[in-house]
Every structure is written in C-alpha cells, then in structure tokens.
C-alpha cells in the first residue's frame, strides 16, 4: 500500500574477492558504532541531565558536579513540591492538556476524513480550485490568521475557553491531514468502491464501510500527531486560556517558571520532565507508526 | 511578553486633578505628617460590617484575582481562609500568578464579560474609562471602608475623574535596597534616607573598590523584565522641576535629559560600580537579579516586595530612598523630591459583580481588620491605614520596618506628582528599556540611541 | 511504489485528468454528494481561514486595539514598519539569520545521518529512534525551560566554560550568542527531516550502488553522483516546509527570552514581536500587517525555491 517501510533492506550476495574488504568493514562497523553512539549521547544528554536533575537537591544541581546528570542522592519530594506549586496542581494542567488533546484528534479524524475523500474519490465542480486552495493553506502562516481569529472568538466569547482550541478542528482546517489522507486513500483499489456502488451502495456506506477501515494506518498517524501538536501548541493556549484553573501544562510550566522566578530548580525540572512523558510514552508504544507516518509524507 | 506594564518595580498611578490637587495635596501632607507623629496606638479600626445600607447578606463566591511570588501567595490565601471562616457562606475562587500578562489577561478577560469580582490591579484607567470597576465613593461616604488616617492625596492620586475606583492595598514608593551584611563588612557607610545621586555613586564606588573581582557596587538600573529603569528617570526629571509629559500626552523633555541619564549610567558601568551588562541581563525578575545571586549590594526596585526579597536573600537587607537632588548638595523637597508614595498594588472591584456589598466588605477586611493584617503583613507594602501599621510593627521582618520608615519619611517630604499619563506610556517604558540596552550591550552610541528612542517614542506618542 | 504522489500527478489532478483512475459517471447527484462531504472544510475555509485571512488584510490598514472600533488609516501601518520602527528591522534580521543558518544546517545534519543509518546493522532501529527522540519533543515548552537552564548563567555550557579556565559565560544573556542557543535547538531537532530522508534512501535502487561500485567509484563519489541527485526531490520538500517552519517559530524564542526578544532584541523572532504588539499592546491592526507582510515573505521564499529547483532538483522517471 502507501507505506514505505523503513527496516528492510535487499540482501547481497557476496563474492570471494570482496572477503579482505569484509574484514576492513568490520572494524569500520566498529568505529561507526562508536561514533553513533557517542552522537547519540550528545543528542540525548541534555533530557538525561534534566531528568537527573529532577531528582537532586538544589544544591546539587549546582555543585561542582553538576555536569554529572546522575544523582548521588535520588530526590523524590522534587515532585511533590512542583506538582502543587502554583496554587493550580498540575493534575488540573494534565487533564485540561488531555481534554484539549481528545477534542482535538475527534475533530482531525472525522472532518480531515470527509475532506480527504471529497478531494480524492469525488468528482464536483471546482475541485481543482478547493484542492489548490487547500494546498496554499498548507504555506499560509497562521500569524495571518492570527488577530481575526481572535476578534472573531473574543465576539463570540470564546476567550478564556477552550472552544477556540477544539471546535475549527471539527472544520477541517489542518490541511496537513486532509493531504495525508488523500495520498492514503488513492492507493485503495478503486475497484472495491466500484463494486460496491453497482451494488447499490451510497457514498457515505462506501465511506464508513469500505474506506475509513482501509485508512486506519492514516487515522492512526493522524491520531498521534494531532496529539502531540496540540499538546504542544503553546502560542493558541497562550492566547485563549488565562485563567489559571483552564491552564494546560505547557501553560501551567510557563507560569511556573514565572511565579517561582527560577528560584526553585529541583520542582521545575520535576514538571518539566513529567511534561515530556505523555508525548515520549506515545513515542514509545506507536514508535514504528510515528515514523512510518513521517516517512509517507515524503513526497517527490 | 513585553512588559508594557510593570507595576513590581516602580509605577506611578497618576489622577487627574490639577493644579487644585496641588494645593490640597500638599495641605494633606502635612497634615498627615502631623498625625502619623501621634497615631494613638490602641485605636485600631475595626471592620465596619453592616454600615448603613450596604451590610453584606447571603451567599457569596468571589472570584479573585492577584499576582505575586511565594510570600504573597501564602499570605493571601490565609487571608481569604480568615475571612470565609469569619463569613461562611463565602467562598474564593482565587487566581495568582506572575506579574507578566497579568495586565494583558485583565484585559482580555473585562472586554469578554469574565472579570474577577475583586483582583489586584496595576493600571486601572482602561478598565475606569469604560466604567468596568465598582465606584467605592458610596462605599466610603458610608464608611461601609473605613478610610480613617489613610493619606488622602495617595487616595487622590489613583482616582480617575475625580471617583475612587481603586484603593491602594499597599503603599509603596521606588526605592533601594541595599545588603546589610556586605556594607557592614566592607565599612561603608550605609546609605542615609535622603541622599543624592553623587551619594550613590560614590557609595557604589566603595563597594566595588573594597570588594573582591565579581562583586560590584549596585545593580543597574535596568534588566530585561526586572527593574525598570522608566519610573526612575521620571524621578529625574521631576527632580529637575521638568514634568515627563505635555498636557496634550507629547514628551515634554529632550534629548539633553536623556543623555544627561544615559551617560550617568554608562560611566557607572564602565567604571565597574554597576554590573556588566550580561549580569544585569541574567535578571529575569526579581529572584534572578544580582542582589540574590550575590554579585551586587545596591538593588533599584520598587518597595513592596520588601518581605519577598528577603526571603530569598541570605543576608539582611536595608532599604532607602531613591537618591534624589542630581547634581544637589542636598536633597529637594516637595515635587522635586522626584519619588512619591503610590500604590503599586490597587484593589478593585468588577462594576457587574453579582456581591457588591460582599466584595467591599471583604476590602475593608483587608484593609483595616487587625487579624486579617496580622496574617498578610506588609507582603504588599506599608497598610493604607496609620493604626494597622502600628498594630503590625512588632510582627514584621526588620526589612519591613525599613520600609513603613522610608514611605513615611517619603509622605513627610514629598508631593505626589498629579498628571494624566497618556495611554502609550508603558509602551514608552519598553523603549527605554531597548534604549538602555543598546547602550549596555554597546550597540549603539548614546547619541544614537537617545534619537533613536524620541523618534520611536514620538510615533508611539502620537500612532495609537 | 503506489500511492506516492509525484509532480506529474499533482498538476494532473489539478487539471482534472488524473491517471490511473477509471471513469466514474459525472452527475448532478455526484456533485451534490462531494459538496456534502465537503461541507465542513468549506466552512471551515469560510470562518476560521479564508475569512480571517482577508479580515485580516482589512485590519492591517486600520488602527484596532480590541476595546472600540477598527479606525481606517491606510497604509500607515506598513510605512511605520518599514520606516519607523527600528524593533521590526531587527526582528526581520534576527529571524532571516535564524532561517539561514538553522534550516541547511538541521537538513545537512539529517542527510548525514541519515546515510550513515541506512544500513541494515544491529540496533538501527534504536539508533533512528534516539536520534529522533529530540525532534518530537523539541516543540515543547518544556525544552525551551531546559534551553534555558543549559545555556544560561549557573548553565552546563556556563560550566564547561569554567572548566576551561575561561569566565563563566551565559550565552542567553549575551547578545550576539543568544540566537545561537535558538540556532542549535532547532538543529538538535533533525530527527524528522532524517526520517524524511531515509525513507527517500530507501528508494534509490541498489542497483546504481552495485553498478557504480564495480566500477571501482569510491563511497564519497557514490554519494555525490548518485545519492544526492536522486535525493534532491526530498531535498527540495524538506527545504521548503523547513523554511516555512522556521520563518514561524515562536515557543523557543518566547520561553528562552521570557517573552522579551532579549537580550537587546537579540532573539526578536517576527512572530514574537507580533504577539507583543498584537497581544502585550493590543496594537491589532500593526500585528495584522506583520502577518501579511510575512506571508509575503514566504512566498518570495518558496516562489524563488520552485523556481530555481528546475536546475538542481532531479525528478527523473517514475518508478513504481
């Protein structure tokens, strides 16, 4: 189908003459670990020393030592403290996150779904122009739209709300999505819909029936990255939430971080790890999907 | 965020009266300047609940609102677990948080219909101008708040036309604290209640000159989100008999003052008696900056994080005045004392609250209950009213007493300086900043930058 | 390989003639259905896209600042941009220096690793897996906080200065270093254009390799005439949306500075000097003209991309 599977590899057979070149590669294969290793270190030390750090006292973050991210001392109650600081706990931060982050991926999968098909299956008048339309939102900055979004949610009352955040994702309005799921749909064999439609099938039976379970892998890419951009999406909850109860955690550390004025170290890198564990969990469970999902979005 | 508004370090709420102000202001200094000498001791106001017509009945959930960092917090939550254990059947919807986009979020939350019942506010003209804030004038009349020894021209000064729609929940000034135990081990001199910019130079200059490489004299008297360097050059210029603004809201100064300012504090740096510029830009707010991290003495901030500032500070800290008389001898008294005592921290009221009587009656708690003011102290600065302050004084941190002494000296010889500031202002403050920065950084000259800001604040001035 | 979609088929598509597609009987209830289920996208185009979009063209020529009436001035607010305000050149240079080196250098640090891990060794996908840990946690606050604490002044880098014997130096303070931390955290995110890039390895055929390689052509000669080439359509893709991200940033810059674009503006990113006169100083219609402006921007950008890639981006045929 349209998945480009990024583990397999064709294999080689290998003649005679190329045995002393083995031999060569196998301390270049050496080396090459090495060296991924020790860039793999690099790349990932500074999430170590974070979660390290969560976990010593102040002064320990700051000693002599302090590049050392393992702690002498394991510290718990750094959590304990950041997770009620502001007033707000952070468990309110989480489940306003989570309600956003649901909301969120609803809207995505059902109307990003409907679009898709349009575009990919359907013929009507205009396509061509909506299509095109449709791939220009992908290069529009969302700064644009920015201020009358905001005028038009402020009319409605929406500010201060989570509305803004959830309802235009019901609309279709990630184009990112809907361009994901017509790449997915046009490599269905058309013959199953025909089928279908001589047997007198409607297009939303072909649609729920037929369609939508031979699209899971994109529902599921989807899935995953609506969740993790709009966990994410600091600049939207930062202008739509302030009230401290409505908070998400990116919000909830953001404040943080101003309230205490930095002068707690070991509660804030308690928070900010334990922000980073949904998204890394999702990583970890959907791992092979997130890439395959990056991977078909590779386009020509 | 840009901090257009920063109301910590030193803000000025200007009413509008006049040259009428004038005269009762300073007839109301001095006659406070007489009281507080005397305020009798065991007279302490008590909450005046149930005055005439506007007792408080049923119910209540007030949604309230502040900012501020630990101390604060504590303290105000205590407060309001006092009064609804005093009063049950009324219950807080508190919301803290830091001071950045607190102003903004008011905004943002008045103009969608969702304002707080009562909240801590830094600038209350936008909200005063399209009549969002309860007027507290009936309230007073009928001592439903008892204003009793409060300074009436403090009062004056954040009226807007002429109705209080804001009470000071704190009295604060612009001033200087300074760490105790480095003055004391280095022999200098600590600083004196009046003294002049020469003084502070100098002073700084034996700092630094006494202490080891690293330490220096005095903070600058800018940082990014931390001090604001604005309200002191106000300072300045009123010190100077030069008011900052037009009536018509234009500059009403030039390029002259600014450089006479600018230089002052270039050489300050360059000579070391200030902090480098990447110190003074580590400075994120008030627990980032030199005085905590222990690399200066002097720090230029507004009075009422007093008892927040020293919870983070290991050593004791002093406070005094702002230096004031530029180039004087000797310092100046009235208008041209150039500081003045205001509220940095107002509180108000929503004009659409459903618990108007509640509300007020939860004010004058704050105000002049003795419990109530046992518990929050002086977390917001001195108490409006004399006979709380009293009350309090065996109760506070020696910073604190510092303080209720530097606000009164400030009372007895200064005259709060009344002028409509012009609705631009805070974006000015964010100029100046960038101004100071430039400079600091040597970006650009002074020349250069002084042009650069009186273009910028022009168009400022006149565009919005 | 089915199901991608090359050059060709896009402007196929836009022409109506889509290959590979039997005849579906055109009909009036065929219309009437397509509407249907593109009803939610049009209005979603209607209210919360296309309609902003041109709202907001009006708001850039008016004074608006959220609490009375839009006032008209014209073209006031793109003079004083360009002429007046000396904060917006300095966002202008900091983001187009931020474009130009954080996109080629996160793009050439995917491209190589991406060659080094197309191989079929022990463990492959747990390296793929690390190296693209920080691309997806990148976008957080989170990060930035962290950010912030590494390069600041008690920071790691601070540390190491001091472990040199230099004196403790915090790059987040100091103006020309600054917009270098934002720099680098974009490039320690190149996980996903690696990706990007294996899966288009993965496409070029072995063939050419072995080919090339009984030709007696060294690795780096393979590299240059074979891998690259091939490669440029993925190249050109990630360059594009890359850019297009980066001319956006917000979060890193906003947390790293406290929202300042300190210090001395020296990470003022366009969007977050148009949050702080949009939203710090309600200034909405100057905000409206940023993000016009912007838009403008990036199209220049992506325009000047299509039209040079005909001399460097190497379609060939299409294999299936």
Redesign the interface.
């Known amino acids: 189908?349209?998945?480009?599977s990024?583990?397999?590899?064709?294999t080689?057979r290998v003649p005679v003459q190329q045995l002393s070149k083995r031999r060569k590669h196998s301390t270049a294969?050496w080396i090459?670990h090495i060296v991924?290793i020790a860039?793999?270190i690099v790349?990932?030390y500074?999430?170590i020393?974070?979660i390290g750090a969560s976990l010593k006292s102040d002064q320990a973050i700051?000693s002599n030592n302090?590049?050392n991210p393992f702690p002498a001392n394991l510290k718990f109650d750094n959590y304990v403290q950041g997770w009620v600081a502001?007033?707000t706990t952070f468990g309110t931060f989480f489940l306003n996150s989570f309600l956003i982050c649901i909301g969120a991926i609803i809207g995505n999968l059902?109307?990003c779904s409907?679009?898709a098909?349009?575009?990919a299956?359907?013929?009507?008048?205009l396509?061509?122009v909506?299509?095109?339309?449709?791939l220009g939102?992908?290069?529009?900055?969302?700064?644009?739209?920015?201020?009358?979004?905001?005028?038009?949610f402020?009319a409605l009352?929406w500010?201060?709300s989570i509305l803004p955040l959830i309802v235009?994702k019901?609309?279709?309005?990630e184009s990112f999505f809907?361009f994901l799921m017509i790449?997915?749909i046009?490599?269905i064999p058309?013959e199953l819909e025909?089928a279908a439609m001589v047997d007198g099938a409607s297009?939303f039976q072909i649609?729920s029936r037929i369609i939508l379970p031979l699209l899971s892998p994109a529902l599921v890419t989807t899935t995953i990255f609506t969740f993790?951009?709009t966990?994410?999406d600091?600049?939207g909850q930062l202008?739509y939430l302030?009230?401290?109860?409505k908070f998400t955690v990116?919000?909830g550390?953001?404040?943080f971080?101003?309230?205490?004025?930095?002068?707690a170290?070991g509660p804030?890198?308690a928070m900010?790890?334990l922000?980073?564990v949904p998204?890394?969990l999702l990583?970890v469970f959907f791992?092979k999907r997130?890439?395959e999902g990056?991977?078909?979005?590779?386009?020509? | 965020m840009s901090d257009s508004f920063n109301n910590e370090m030193t803000q000025k709420v200007r009413g509008d009266l006049g040259r009428r102000g004038f005269l009762f202001g300073s007839l109301a200094i001095g006659t406070t300047a007489l009281l507080a000498g005397c305020s009798p001791s065991g007279n302490v106001v008590t909450p005046s609940a149930g005055a005439s017509g506007f007792a408080p009945t049923g119910n209540a959930d007030l949604a309230i609102s502040w900012w501020g960092a630990t101390d604060r917090d504590t303290k105000t939550r205590a407060l309001l677990e006092l009064y609804s254990k005093k009063n049950p059947g009324v219950k807080f919807t508190p919301t803290s948080g830091a001071l950045t986009g607190y102003q903004q979020k008011m905004v943002t939350e008045f103009s969608a219909g969702a304002g707080k019942d009562v909240f801590q506010v830094a600038d209350a003209r936008p909200f005063a101008s399209t009549g969002q804030f309860l007027d507290f004038d009936p309230y007073i009349q009928a001592k439903a708040i008892n204003l009793t020894g409060a300074n009436q021209s403090t009062l004056d000064a954040m009226k807007y036309k002429g109705k209080q729609y804001t009470l000071p929940w704190g009295l604060a000034a612009g001033v200087m604290f300074y760490d105790k135990k480095v003055f004391n081990d280095l022999g200098v001199p600590l600083p004196k209640p009046a003294w002049t910019w020469d003084d502070y130079r100098q002073t700084a200059k034996a700092i630094t000159e006494a202490s080891p490489k690293g330490f220096y004299g005095s903070a600058d008297i800018w940082a990014p989100t931390g001090t604001q360097a604005w309200a002191p050059f106000q300072s300045f210029l009123l010190s100077r008999a030069i008011q900052p603004y037009t009536d018509g809201g234009q500059l009403n100064f030039s390029s002259n003052e600014l450089k006479e300012w600018f230089t002052f504090w270039d050489d300050m740096r360059k000579a070391g008696y200030v902090t480098p510029a990447q110190i003074t830009a580590e400075e994120t707010s008030f627990p980032t900056s030199p005085i905590v991290t222990g690399k200066a003495a002097i720090y230029p901030i507004n009075s009422s994080i007093a008892s927040s500032l020293q919870g983070l500070c290991k050593n004791p800290l002093g406070m005094t005045t702002e230096p004031t008389g530029w180039k004087s001898t000797t310092y100046l008294k009235g208008t041209q004392f150039g500081q003045y005592v205001n509220a940095s921290m107002q509180i108000g009221a929503n004009a659409k609250t459903k618990y108007p009587n509640w509300v007020v009656n939860f004010i004058d708690f704050a105000l002049n209950d003795p419990d109530a003011n046992k518990i929050t102290l002086m977390s917001r600065g001195v108490p409006l009213s004399p006979a709380v302050t009293e009350l309090i004084r065996p109760l506070i941190l020696p910073i604190e007493v510092d303080m209720s002494s530097v606000i009164a000296f400030i009372q007895a010889n200064a005259v709060p300086n009344v002028v409509t500031m012009p609705v631009a202002d805070g974006q000015l403050a964010t100029l100046f900043q960038q101004a100071h920065q430039a400079i600091a950084f040597e970006k650009s000259t002074i020349d250069v930058a002084t042009s650069s800001f009186l273009s910028q604040a022009k168009t400022a001035l006149t565009g919005s | 390989m089915s199901g991608l979609l090359t050059i060709r088929d896009l402007s196929a598509f836009i022409e109506r003639r889509p290959p590979r597609e039997s005849r579906i009987r055109k009909s009036l209830s065929e219309n009437v259905a397509g509407y249907i289920f593109l009803v939610p996208w049009l209005l979603g185009i209607l209210f919360f896209v296309g309609g902003p979009a041109l709202v907001s063209l009006y708001l850039s020529f008016t004074n608006f600042n959220l609490l009375s009436a839009p006032k008209w001035i014209g073209l006031q607010n793109y003079i004083q941009m360009f002429t007046l305000d000396p904060q917006y050149i300095a966002s202008l240079g900091v983001t187009f220096t931020y474009v130009l080196f954080a996109v080629p250098l996160s793009l050439a640090g995917a491209l190589v690793l991406a060659t080094v891990l197309n191989r079929d060794i022990k463990g492959i996908g747990l390296y793929r897996a690390i190296y693209y840990v920080p691309s997806l946690l990148g976008g957080s606050v989170a990060i930035a906080i962290l950010w912030r604490q590494i390069f600041g002044s008690s920071g790691l880098v601070s540390k190491a200065y001091e472990f040199f014997g230099l004196p403790p130096t915090s790059w987040i303070s100091t103006p020309s270093h600054a917009l270098w931390t934002l720099i680098i955290l974009h490039v320690w995110q190149f996980g996903s254009p690696m990706i990007i890039f294996l899966a288009g390895l993965k496409q070029i055929p072995r063939e050419l390799y072995e080919a090339a390689a009984v030709d007696g052509a060294p690795r780096w000669r393979q590299f240059v005439s074979i891998t690259l080439p091939l490669l440029t359509p993925i190249i050109f893709f990630n360059l594009v949306l890359q850019m297009i991200y980066a001319f956006q940033a917000f979060t890193p810059a906003f947390v790293v500075s406290s929202g300042t674009g300190g210090p001395a503006n020296s990470t003022l990113f366009y969007t977050l000097y148009l949050y702080q006169q949009g939203f710090a100083n309600f200034r909405m219609g100057y905000a409206s003209a940023m993000g016009w402006i912007l838009l403008v921007i990036i199209g220049i950008f992506a325009a000047i991309a299509f039209s040079t890639s005909r001399y460097w981006v190497y379609y060939g045929n299409d294999r299936d």
Not at chain 1, 130 to 134: C, D, Q, S, V
């Open positions: 189908m349209a998945i480009i990024v583990g397999t590899s064709a080689t294969r090459l991924l860039c793999a790349m990932v500074p999430l020393w974070m700051f302090s590049l502001s007033g059902i109307s409907l679009a098909y349009a575009f299956r359907m013929k009507f008048k396509r061509g909506w299509f095109a339309l449709m939102t992908l290069l529009l900055p969302s700064q644009v739209t920015l201020v009358p979004q905001y005028v038009f402020h009352g500010t201060n235009p019901f609309f279709g309005v809907v790449q997915f046009r490599g058309i025909q297009r649609f993790i951009w966990y994410n600091f600049f202008i302030s009230s401290q109860s990116a919000l550390l953001q404040s971080l101003d309230a205490s004025g930095e002068s170290w804030m890198f900010t790890t922000s980073l998204v890394f990583f791992q997130l890439i990056v991977a078909t979005t590779g386009l020509k």
